[in-house]
């Protein structure tokens, strides 16, 4: 059919469907086991959104249930990839994935305190980065007492480990 037949109030735009945290290409999908819990329970959340859509306008219906499958299509995905880390399971005595890590930065002298999550479970508020972050491969692989440099911009800053806990 010919592009003059279609009615304008046909061509709708396609919703835009936002994206999940970036995961580098090769990576594993590494999540602690409350990451996974948090992800299957945003899983049923938009499942029940998309059961309990208001049916008076079929358009707009129609647009948030594309949305809501949309997002369930991404978020299905990062959980079929998920790769469950115990941190627990972790060597204790060095910072792994799962590590809640204080330390110290200088200049400054300035302390520090997160823990190694998953890119779905990144939180800054919740003082949780991803294993991909910088400064979480940085300090990967050492122990209470060590040093590592971290360049931030133009500036080497460098990092004294703490305390490690699991």
């Known amino acids: 059919m010919s592009r003059g037949f279609v009615k304008e109030s046909d061509q709708e735009t396609l ?3 936002p994206a999940r945290p970036p995961l580098p290409v090769g ?3 590494y999540v602690t086991p409350a990451g996974l819990e948090a992800l299957q329970a945003e899983r049923r959340t938009l499942e029940a959104d998309k059961a309990n ?3 008076d306008n079929e358009d707009e219906r129609r647009r ?3 949305v809501i499958d949309g997002k369930l299509n991404l978020l299905n995905q990062r959980i079929t990839s998920a790769r469950v880390l115990v941190p627990e399971d972790q060597p204790q005595d060095e910072i792994r994935f799962g590590a809640r ?3 110290r930065q200088q200049p400054g002298n300035r302390t520090q305190e ?3 999550v998953g890119v779905d479970e990144a939180n800054v508020k919740e003082k949780k980065i991803s294993f991909t972050a910088p400064i979480a491969e940085a300090i990967t692989g050492l122990r209470v007492g060590e040093r590592a440099d971290f360049r931030l911009g133009n ?4 990092l004294e480990i703490l305390a490690i806990t699991y």
């Open 53 to 55: 859509l208001p049916g």
């Open 64 to 66: 948030a249930a594309t």
């Open 101 to 103: 890590v204080k330390l």
């Open 114 to 116: 997160f823990q190694i």
């Open 15 to 17: 919703p835009i469907i």
């Open 155 to 158: 500036e080497l800053r460098k």
């Open 27 to 29: 990576a594993t999908n």
